[in-house]
């Protein structure tokens, strides 16, 4: 049962446009997200984070929003740059004494110069 | 000072042989996780250490896995009797106190190829 969904493999953008990233859970637990930026042959490397008392957190070119009632998250990159070409795992975590955070299976972006 | 290291870099074995993975986290760092990425799937987490605490061994897929950490630092993930299923890439991240919110800093993986 896959609690965190990302349900689009890949998306290609143009350079300099917005590019969309999604994902949907099913556990209502969760309370903080978390998208990761993951390069060929690299680690992951976090990139941005919200909390669930938040429905919006912005960094840059990067924003997220968290959309709780309908259980989904989305990763806003504006503009598109060659160099954001990478898998996106989107990721979620619960407070609830247990630890474990559920990553989705990735997006991978590919922005055209 | 570095991030977070991992050895070996890629190992390919024979399906029924043992093999152990290493990780160095962040120093400093007393929580240290290990995932692993199959093809095409997300990250899975296997097991998570926290300072002296017992570790959360949830995620382990079967008793053949098992993973130590000496003196709170270095940590080694043993798969025994290795089978082509167990073929996927093994990331190791470390975080400074283990919290929920914490960034994880990832190694940059072992690759293990069971044939």
């Known amino acids: 049962d896959q609690q965190v969904k990302q349900n689009s493999p890949s998306l290609s953008v143009q350079e300099g446009r917005i590019s969309i990233l999604n994902c949907d859970y099913t556990?209502?637990?969760?309370?903080?997200f978390l998208w990761y930026k993951k390069y060929p042959a690299e680690g992951p490397t976090f990139l941005i984070s919200?909390?669930?008392?938040?429905d919006k957190n912005e960094d840059g070119r990067f924003t997220v929003f968290l959309n709780k009632s309908a259980k989904h998250l989305s990763l806003h990159i504006v503009p598109s740059q060659p160099g954001d070409s990478a898998v996106y795992f989107c990721a979620a975590s619960a407070n609830t004494g247990g630890f474990k955070t559920i990553f989705g299976a990735g997006t991978r972006l590919f922005v055209k110069a | 000072g570095a991030g977070v290291s991992q050895s070996p870099s890629n190992k390919v074995t024979e399906k029924g042989k043992d093999v152990e993975l290493r990780c160095d986290p962040i120093?400093?760092?007393?929580?240290l996780y290990w995932y692993r990425q199959s093809l095409g799937q997300g990250l899975e987490f296997l097991i998570y250490f926290q300072g002296n605490s017992a570790p959360d061994k949830s995620g382990l897929p079967s008793d053949r896995f098992s993973a130590e950490r000496t003196g709170g630092s270095v940590s080694t993930l043993t798969i025994q009797r290795t089978q082509q299923e167990d073929s996927a890439v093994y990331l190791c991240a470390s975080s400074l106190r283990g919290g929920l919110m914490e960034t994880q800093y990832f190694g940059p993986g072992t690759r293990l190829l069971v044939l």
């Open positions: 919200i909390s669930s008392i938040k």
């Open positions: 120093s400093g760092h007393t929580a």
């Open positions: 556990n209502s637990m969760f309370d903080y």
